[in-house]
């Protein structure tokens, strides 16, 4: 079926700021349409996002350029090519873009109609996303990822002191139900326990607390209260951090700053500072550990705590293939953000997750900060079996729709068995 009409529209995510809405009509009269994420603190190996600029609109971040882009440079281009060539639309797009990062149609145009294609091409073949994502790159190992859901938020992300930028938890129980369940069980006692001690709580970007903490422990111990709280048997929750150090990094003096604990650690420093908390709480996954291109100190990380638990590179992969490959070849990490927003078309993002999956290494599927209501990284996790999605606390409209299409679609699995 073929493309007919391509439309942008700016529309606002999560955090007011505007962001790119696509909706594609195809011959038949069918429509499907995407809108696309964006980051807070975003890394620099990240494809461009463009805004426009001008400071009266919406404080510079329009996306009116990008939405023009679309509809001027893009939709003709792919206007008549079939629906079911997803590929060739992403290739399309990147030779249109030239060879630099996205910079000249803005990842973020690229991103809203690469996925509206995609689910064109589903409502076609009357499948749903994650089927169609399976059939075209080849994945068949379908199943519903555990949340790593973040619980207090620090960083660029809250209103919090806190250093370290999201803390998370994970739980296993059989379902994603139930592990919504429990995760939601240990989030109100998190705010009971917050409430309790006199401190706020205020949520940040994600849906997670962002109350004023004095260090890194004792936002940990707070989680840890909670989990006592909530009855839950410790045994069957985990920790997940993302320092987010790249925010934290101060390239003058070459040291790692934990204002709350008033502390400037070299990265040799840093490294013994985060295995000394990995002995002391049930932490098993650790993100950004090191700045965006710290590559010796990401070595030196994963020679020590990478046989112990799962080091993921955001920021310092950017979910771009090259920097994947380099970190496969120099073993500095085992598991890998994607976030599709970091580097522009579905076929990019599965080229990504495809080499993290060969290399034996983790793949983690991640919304940002700023989102809407698309529901797209859930599907993509499902569809390539990812063990874990990152998509924010148990509240928050943009982040439970994520959970509640998880829930449609492990009900949709399990009809599918039988
Ligand atoms: P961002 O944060 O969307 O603001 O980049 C998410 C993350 O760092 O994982
Ligand atoms: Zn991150």
């Not at 882009?69 to 290739?91: A, F, H, R, T």
């Not at 729709?401 to 949709?412: D, G, H, P, Q």
């Amino acid at each position: 079926m073929k493309i007919k009409n391509v439309k942008a529209n700016e529309i606002l995510d999560s955090r007011g700021i505007p962001t790119v809405s696509v909706e594609i009509e195809l011959e038949n009269g069918l429509k499907a349409s995407a809108s696309v994420p964006s980051g807070t603190s975003t890394g620099i190996h990240e494809a461009l996002e463009l805004r426009d600029g001008n400071k009266e609109r919406f404080g510079g971040m329009g996306v009116t350029k990008a939405c023009e882009n679309i509809e001027s440079i893009i939709g003709p281009k792919i206007k008549g090519m079939d629906v079911s060539d997803q590929v060739k639309v992403d290739e399309t797009m990147i030779e249109l873009d030239g060879p630099k990062n996205k910079e000249k149609l803005g990842a973020n145009a690229i991103l809203a109609v690469t996925i509206s294609v995609l689910r064109a091409h589903s409502l076609v073949k009357n499948k749903e996303l994650f089927q169609t994502i399976g059939d075209i790159y080849g994945f068949n190992n379908f199943s519903v990822p555990m949340p790593m859901a973040v619980i207090i938020e620090g960083g660029q992300h809250s209103d919090s002191n806190a250093d370290i930028q999201e803390y998370m938890i994970t739980i296993n129980e059989t379902n994603i139900r139930d592990n919504l369940n429990l995760i939601e069980r240990i989030y109100t006692s998190l705010g009971e326990v917050l409430s309790g001690g006199g401190k706020s709580t205020n949520i940040g970007y994600e849906g997670a607390y962002g109350p004023s903490i004095s260090s890194n422990r004792e936002g940990l111990d707070l989680i840890m209260s909670a989990i006592d709280k909530s009855e839950i048997s410790k045994n069957k929750v985990n920790l997940a951090l993302d320092i987010a150090s790249s925010e934290i990094y101060d390239k003058e003096s070459q040291k790692y700053i934990m204002k709350g604990e008033n502390i400037a650690l070299n990265t040799d420093q840093m490294v013994s500072y985060l295995e000394e908390l990995v002995r002391n709480y049930p932490i098993i996954s650790i993100e950004d550990a090191l700045f965006e291109d710290d590559w010796e100190g990401w070595q030196s990380l994963s020679e020590k705590l990478g046989s112990k638990i799962m080091l993921v590179g955001d920021d310092f992969f950017a979910t771009n293939i090259e920097r994947i490959r380099d970190g496969i070849d120099k073993k500095a990490a085992n598991s890998v953000l994607i976030k599709p927003n970091q580097i522009g078309t579905v076929t990019e993002t599965m080229e990504a997750i495809k080499m993290t999956k060969f290399a034996g290494w983790e793949p983690i599927v991640s919304h940002r900060s700023g989102e809407t209501n698309d529901t797209f990284i859930a599907d993509l996790a499902v569809a390539i079996g990812a063990k874990y999605i990152k998509t924010g606390a148990p509240v928050r409209g943009e982040r439970v729709a994520k959970y509640n299409r998880l829930f449609e679609i492990s009900e949709i699995m399990q009809k599918v068995k039988k």
